[in-house]
């Protein structure tokens, strides 16, 4: 049964979501609400210790509670194929071999998982279960042990540092941001269902079904086609649904040991450590440029924290080989492998890190050289794909910034720091841009027509909150001509067309490709039973068009009523796949933001309040306008984080996290945040698909926190190269 | 009168059982279970949700968010923490809001409880949840019925006088996807 579309209640959807209703009154089913008979709940147990070895588990209290069915460990777990062959750690592609290890690699890794028939009994058994150790002590301090790593080219150099090294202007700094965690509003969940015949049902919560479905394939040694995976609604991700983590294998485990259906729900502290999280990172940029602004070389080198499990590189550097017309670029990366939780992709991944150092640079240089931070990046926009030295297919960044510093008033900053006051507040202007690589990827998309003229349109894609399912149904309405109101759209299930996973802003790019390539397929397959004596695929797409009561080609109508009766059907179904083409051989592709925000500092407390934020954003054309600016009114809250509040500390001694909730953690809140004001270029690419979208999940939050930063300087001469920027690091800087 | 499936299921295979035990076995690992362990107790409750009266027997321990989850399969009511510090739990008892996770099953007994799903007459959407639609105020959607929740409650207790006013008393409700501009434009329109 899907939830997505509530057809009761159509008259609704003009005004929002495809899936609004079932949203705004609670009836969508998120991945552990599904009501499965006869379910035991499962919960994770985490090691106390953050090296060492498991000498014993220590069970025997937690299996006599109330309930407990059975309690999963290293001594006592069922045979999974791609753990049981597999030798010493680390570095196999399924990051933690969960119960075949007695190894211990941080804290908090989950040794056991007790399985009970209630909640409130699994809970309360989990919290007997301990285990003896054999300890040793553990590395964890990144600052400490990232001087010790050696940095390693990323990619050739273009150009040479020779060639820049007398630069009349030179910026050198290093710049750190602290450890940053997804913590999307809905825990990671997993029910694990196993029925006949080495079958398996996942209600998950995830990014992308697919790639749950081969991994749980390859480690359990079942077909893929044997495994259904439904994450219909995903409650948010951000990154940390990207990844098959092990509670879910866990899961899988242990309903087959019981023999039941299990439902596991991450606990919010284990979200900090179960399920990836931003690295902690280290950057040195170093900038050269000439008297007028215009950017002569840069060496940027990052380290991110990692863990031992498996190597995580975040691809810091990336983006400055792109975003400006650097002739000379050195980059240099290294991961620095400590006893903590493994570290995974985060919204704009690598990038938005990336760009606090690059961005950040930049202000520091214009401020020295007197210059305007705008006109010096209008000045140094890549001209064309650095890298490739492919033209740019579309890349409107300077119209981002043209129009975003119209809209903030841009020319009454004052660029000398700390002139500007308002009341108890100094005030402050700052600007920085980001980039992320744009691009599509294989994925599928069916639409099944009905009677009644009411088509279903389907893929396996997720729909994380970004309005992919909205998308789609604009896609198919445009298209076909269909109102969207009979368009009804299913998603997030693995028995549907194959799709990439939700991510790397790749989603609506790809999946509208699909439903566009599908609709054409839908009008001429009609046209076909409508007219069999016209060769359907010869007829001008154009000139055929759907309505809900039947086809239209020329000025011939033909109700489906009497289609469907004489060709004695029951519907009619297409299926296409469309990817990427010809078109990434001849061009070079990006979506692009610049951000203009305005703090206020308080001179007293060092708070620091956000007070207007523009983002304008170059994503192509924009499907779905509304989703569209909320997705980059997250990103920009996302950035408040980033900028001024999210920092997960560790204790050093015992790798033991420290006020890992969210009481201990702070992203923004409602009052946190103002009214965010997003505009669009809005300019469809002409290659890149073909309905001109770019994608835009990440910009939005790429340039955020160094355009925060920016600003706290131009407020107050503060220049903050650590954040986030709480008062502490405020005050001594 | 109504009662969960599950519920009747799982004591009814619990109590066939416990009666192959032999009796002398079964007083035994009381008077173990009696001594070492916290006692888990099963409680006959009786709920009003939404209107209607529900008659249970849960565990001592359950929260009103597990019962109305687990229990009865509304689940409308989200858990983002499962420890008051993220208001996706958020109901109504007796008008007023109140998060469930921090409330004992037992505790909320002759109170009138709205969740989410109470909220709306029939196919009638409450105002409030249409706002949320028509201004997007949601993206994933899994923080929304909180929101909802205590918007509506930020309109009854009057807390709508200005942006700061709404964001201020909403800032119990976290939006990990950053839907706050829907949020606060939704409520600003159903307060006018
Ligand atoms: S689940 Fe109740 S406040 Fe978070
Ligand atoms: S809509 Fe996703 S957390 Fe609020």
Redesign the interface.
């Known amino acids: 049964m899907s939830y997505f579309f509530d057809s009761?209640?159509t008259e609704?959807m003009p005004?929002?979501?495809v899936?609004?209703?079932?949203?705004?009154?609670?009836?969508?089913?998120?991945s552990?609400?599904y009501?499965i008979?006869?379910v035991t709940y499962g919960v994770m147990v985490g090691s106390t210790i953050a090296s060492g070895r498991i000498l014993k588990m220590q069970i025997e209290?937690a299996m006599?509670?109330?309930?407990v069915i059975d309690i999963l460990s290293h001594e006592n777990k069922p045979y999974v194929s791609g753990f049981s062959g597999m030798k010493e750690m680390p570095d196999n592609r399924f990051g933690l071999p969960i119960f075949y290890t007695d190894k211990v690699y941080y804290n908090d890794q989950p040794i056991a998982m007790v399985v009970a028939?209630?909640?409130?009994?699994a809970m309360?058994a989990a919290s007997l279960v301990k285990a003896e150790y054999e300890e040793a002590i553990p590395e964890t301090d990144f600052a400490k042990k990232a001087k010790e790593v050696s940095l390693k080219e990323t990619e050739n150099d273009r150009g040479s540092v020779g060639a820049w090294e007398n630069a009349p202007y030179k910026v050198d700094q290093e710049y750190t941001i602290a450890t940053e965690v997804?913590?999307?509003?809905?825990?990671h969940a997993t029910i694990a269902q196993w029925k006949p015949n080495d079958k398996l049902v996942l209600y998950d919560k995830n990014q992308g079904v697919n790639r749950v479905q081969s991994v749980i394939s390859s480690l359990f040694d079942i077909p893929t086609d044997n495994i259904h995976v439904i994450s219909e609604?995903?409650?948010?991700?951000?990154g940390s649904g990207l990844r098959v983590w092990p509670h879910t294998i866990a899961a899988v485990m242990a309903a087959q040991q019981v023999k039941r259906p299990v439902k596991v729900?991450l606990?919010?502290p284990q979200m900090f450590t179960m399920v990836g999280y931003r690295p902690e990172s280290w950057q040195r940029v170093k900038l050269g440029a000439d008297k007028d602004g215009k950017f002569l070389g840069v060496i940027h080198q990052a380290k991110n924290i990692s863990s031992k499990i498996q190597g995580f590189s975040d691809g810091i550097t990336r983006v400055t080989r792109k975003i400006y017309g650097f002739k000379n670029v050195k980059t240099e990366e290294a991961i620095v492998d400590l006893n903590v939780p493994m570290p995974t992709w985060n919204r704009g991944p690598g990038d938005t890190t990336g760009c606090f150092g690059v961005e950040s640079a930049i202000d520091e240089l214009c401020h020295e050289l007197k210059l305007d931070p705008v006109d010096v990046r209008l000045k140094n926009i890549a001209p064309y794909e650095m890298e490739t030295g492919l033209p740019w297919s579309t890349n409107y960044l300077n119209e981002c910034l043209e129009k975003g510093a119209e809209l903030i008033g841009w020319k009454n900053r004052n660029p000398v720091p700390g002139s500007q006051k308002e009341g108890d507040y100094k005030i402050g202007y700052g600007v920085a841009v980001g980039m992320w690589g744009s691009g599509r990827s294989y994925t599928g998309a069916s639409i099944d027509m009905q009677k009644d003229g009411v088509i279903t349109v389907r893929t396996a894609m997720t729909d994380?909150?970004?309005?992919t399912g909205t998308g789609m149904q604009n896609v198919a309405h445009t298209v076909t001509g269909i109102p969207k109101s009979k368009i009804k759209i299913e998603l997030g299930n693995s028995d549907f067309p194959k799709a990439p996973s939700q991510g790397g802003s790749r989603g609506m790019a790809s999946v509208s490709s699909a439903v566009y390539a599908a609709s054409l397929a839908l009008k001429r397959k009609v046209a076909g039973y409508a007219w069999p004596d016209k060769d359907a695929n010869t007829l001008n797409i154009d000139d055929i068009s759907l309505s809900d009561k039947g086809i239209t080609y020329k000025d011939s109508f033909l109700p489906y009523a009497d289609i469907f009766g004489k060709n004695n059907l029951n519907d009619i179904k297409v299926e296409e796949f469309a990817g990427p083409g010809e078109e990434r051989k001849k061009y070079g592709f990006c979506s692009s933001a610049a951000h203009f925000y305005k703090v206020k500092v308080h001179e007293k407390t060092g708070k620091i309040k956000m007070d207007r934020m523009v983002i304008v954003a170059d994503a192509g054309r924009i499907i779905n306008p509304?989703?569209a600016?909320?997705?980059v009114?997250?990103?920009?809250?996302?950035g408040i984080g980033m900028g001024l509040l999210e920092e997960q500390l560790i204790d050093f001694k015992t790798g033991r996290l420290i006020g890992n909730?969210?009481?201990g953690y702070h992203?923004?809140?409602?009052?946190?945040?103002p009214?965010?004001e997003v505009s669009f270029i809005g300019k469809p690419d002409p290659n890149i698909n073909p309905s001109g979208a770019k994608g835009l999940g990440e910009v939005g939050i790429i340039g955020a926190a160094p355009a925060i930063a920016n600003a706290v300087f131009n407020a107050t001469g503060k220049r903050v190269r650590d954040i986030p920027i709480t008062v502490e690091r405020f005050f001594n800087a | 009168m109504s009662m969960s499936r599950?519920f009747f299921?799982?004591s009814s295979s619990?109590l066939a059982a416990l009666s192959f035990i032999p009796n002398s076995v079964k007083a035994f690992y009381q008077d173990?279970?009696e001594k070492?362990?916290?006692k888990?107790q099963m409680i006959p409750i009786q709920l009003e949700i939404n209107k209607k009266q529900y008659s249970l027997t849960v565990?001592s321990?359950?929260t009103l968010l597990?019962v109305l989850?687990?229990e009865l399969?509304?689940?409308?009511?989200?858990?983002?923490?499962?420890?008051g510090?993220?208001g996706?739990c958020t109901v109504h008892i007796n008008g007023e809001q109140a998060l469930s996770c921090l409330t004992l099953a037992a505790m909320a007994q002759g109170k009138a409880i709205t969740?989410?799903?109470g909220?709306?007459d029939g196919?009638n959407?409450h105002p409030m949840?249409?706002a949320?639609?028509?201004n997007?105020g949601?993206?994933?959607?899994?923080?929304?019925?909180g929101q909802?929740m205590s918007a509506v409650a930020c309109v009854n207790e009057g807390h709508t006088g200005s942006?700061?006013e709404?964001?201020?008393y909403?800032?119990?409700?976290?939006?990990?996807?950053?839907?706050?501009?829907?949020?606060?434009?939704a409520i600003q329109q159903v307060a006018k």
């Open positions: 009761k209640n609704q005004k929002g979501r899936e609004g209703i079932a949203k705004v009154t609670g009836k969508a089913k998120y552990a609400e009501d008979p006869d209290e006599k509670a109330p309930g028939e209630t909640i409130e009994d309360f997804h913590n999307p509003m809905e825990m609604f995903v409650g948010g991700g951000f729900m606990t919010r994380i909150g970004t309005g509304k989703a600016a909320n997705q009114i997250g990103a920009g809250a996302g909730d969210l009481a992203f923004a809140v409602n009052a946190d945040v009214l965010i | 599950r299921l799982k619990a173990v279970k070492f362990f916290v888990k565990d321990r359950a597990d989850r687990e399969n509304l689940t409308g009511s989200k858990k983002g923490c499962d420890h510090q993220c996706a969740t989410i799903e909220l709306a196919d959407l949840q249409e949320f639609i028509e997007d949601f993206q994933c959607g899994y923080c929304t019925s909802i942006v700061e709404i964001k201020e909403m800032s119990g409700n976290l939006c990990r996807c950053g839907a706050y501009n829907g949020i606060t434009e």
